[in-house]
């Protein structure tokens, strides 16, 4: 019972370290194409010497670099909603298997524990050797010898 409780509590943490991870290196990574948008939209519009009319396809290239970092930077936003949200739900599930301790560990495992003893009994076919009948006589004959 306790084994498993175990076992449940070192796999939600393990998962919740691992996505807590990802939505850490999702956040350094849109940060740090938000930057870049910025830089680019920030870029100053340079005339070429002494004309006075703008460069169409210098504006077109940065207006293309401006519309690819923003989207870049929307896909990874989109991805780091989706893994923050697992995070705290993985997090909360944690939360709520630990305060199992002490309150429903020991009906809920328990019953677990029975389960698969029984599952096991059954496929191992010891059902014949295994029975309350048989545990019956077993004790009696005990205290008849002592």
């Not at 306790?2 to 691992?18: E, K, M, Q």
Request: glycine share 8%; proline share 1%.
């Amino acid at each position: 019972m306790i084994l498993l409780y175990t076992l449940l509590l070192l796999v939600l943490g393990a998962a919740a370290f691992l996505i807590r991870g990802r939505v850490h290196r999702l956040e350094k990574k849109y940060y740090r194409v938000a930057a870049e948008a910025d830089r680019v939209l920030n870029q100053a519009n340079f005339r070429p010497g002494n004309g006075n009319r703008h460069d169409l396809c210098q504006a077109a290239k940065r207006y293309y670099q401006l519309g690819m970092l923003v989207q870049k930077r929307d896909r990874l936003e989109a991805k780091y909603d989706f893994w923050q949200n697992l995070s705290k739900r993985v997090g909360n599930l944690a939360a709520a298997v630990r305060t199992w301790k002490g309150k429903k560990l020991p009906y809920t495992f328990g019953v677990i524990d029975v389960a698969g003893a029984m599952y096991l009994i059954d496929e191992l076919t010891l059902g014949q050797y295994v029975s309350v009948k048989q545990l019956v006589q077993f004790v009696a004959a005990l205290l008849s010898r002592g």
